[in-house]
């Protein structure tokens, strides 16, 4: 019989996968250079309605260097290059509007990337540290002797979520507590909770662009990503062009498979009938209780909840297995 003490390390072996963190499906590393500026133009002049907007604007800027800091920003000790790079932001702004067909409310600004996010008092966001030293040369500050096996990294992260809770969090989807009178809160009560690429969020807006360098946009036919250095995103706007690096038309497939890997990390649960075959992928997890399966509905269980990534992954038909460019799923 397996000791009770084994049993993490036993689950973290099992299902501790190279998968990624589903903040959309299909994933960011899917969009394709098939997908230009030319697209992304005739996707915003197409005629519809005209639904609210949600905008966000990355901001790669920061005072201080963060040791542990893995995003891509840059930091400055003068304001001016922050000022002469909003003026490209509201020029791309006026690109975008240009194309758009209609007048659109805004329903949601999300400012991101290097700015530090002002926490909501209401949310707090527990993540695992990714090391990559070779990416990030700063993070070598870091001794990497000192850093916790995976199974130290499971026991932090357990840890945190039930002081979290004790301290009155809920524990929403993979990694975000809130506060029980919180917005985030109440979105998972009413069931209107949503992941983007901003994580958790109760915005629920069906178009969302992006403005900055890497910025994603998502639009009812495709995901975008705009140029992801300065120099190419500066020299396209300078010159008037709305450019994308890269993006993904989504498919009927995509947008099913999407719903039901979003249910899945925002509440838990799903009832993925069309796919049906990709249950039998879920049947390890439900013999070691991470997972209930009752005729077509999955439900991961609370033991099953660090390995959210992992259950969603059998839905994920794009994912190749143990793919080395995915962080591993606890
Ligand atoms: C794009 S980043 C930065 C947003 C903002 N500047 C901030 O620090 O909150 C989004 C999140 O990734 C976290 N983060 C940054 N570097 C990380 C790393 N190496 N491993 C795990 N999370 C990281 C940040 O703490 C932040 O919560
Ligand atoms: S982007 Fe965020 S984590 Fe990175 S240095 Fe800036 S504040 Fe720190």
């Known amino acids: 019989m397996t000791k009770k003490t084994d049993r993490p390390t036993n689950l973290l072996a099992k299902f501790d996968r190279r998968v990624p963190p589903y903040t959309s499906y299909p994933t960011a590393v899917q969009l394709t250079p098939a997908v230009q500026g030319d697209r992304y133009r005739a996707w915003l002049g197409e005629p519809g309605p005209t639904p609210p907007l949600s905008l966000y604007f990355h901001i790669p800027f920061c005072d201080n260097l963060c040791w542990f800091c893995g995003c891509h920003t840059k930091v400055v000790r003068r304001y001016a290059p922050i000022a002469t790079y909003l003026d490209l932001l509201l020029r791309e702004l006026d690109l975008v509007a240009d194309r758009l067909p209609g007048r659109h409310r805004v329903c949601h600004v999300h400012l991101g990337g290097g700015t530090p996010t002002i926490l909501a008092p209401d949310r707090v966001c527990l993540f ?7 990416m990030k040369k700063h993070q070598r500050l870091i001794d990497e002797a000192r850093l916790p096996d995976a199974a130290e990294r499971f026991a932090q992260y357990l840890a945190a979520a039930e002081r979290l809770q004790e301290a009155g969090y809920l524990w929403i989807g993979l990694d975000h507590f809130a506060r029980p009178g919180g917005d985030l809160a109440k979105a998972a009560r009413d069931q209107t909770l949503r992941r983007n690429f901003q994580g958790y969020t109760t915005d629920d807006a069906p178009v969302r662009l992006g403005f900055g360098p890497s910025a994603i946009g998502m639009l009812p036919q495709g995901l975008v990503q705009n140029e992801v250095s300065m120099k190419a995103y500066r020299d396209a706007i300078e010159a008037g062009v709305l450019q994308v690096a890269r993006g993904l038309a989504l498919t009927a497939d995509d947008r099913l498979r999407g719903a039901v890997i979003e249910r899945l990390m925002c509440f838990l649960e799903a009832d993925p009938r069309v796919f049906a075959g990709d249950l039998a992928a879920l049947q390890e997890m439900a013999a070691d209780g991470l997972v209930e399966i009752d005729g077509w509905r999955v ?19 794009y994912l190749e297995p143990d793919a080395v460019r995915h962080a591993q799923a606890v």
Do not use: I, K, N, Q
């Not at 695992?128 to 070779?134: D, K, N, R």
């Not at 439900?299 to 038909?317: I, Q, Y």
């Open 128 to 134: 695992g540290y990714a090391h990559v030293p070779w």
């Open 299 to 317: 439900r991961v269980t609370e033991a099953g909840r660090p390995f959210l990534r992992t259950a969603c992954a059998a839905f994920d038909s």
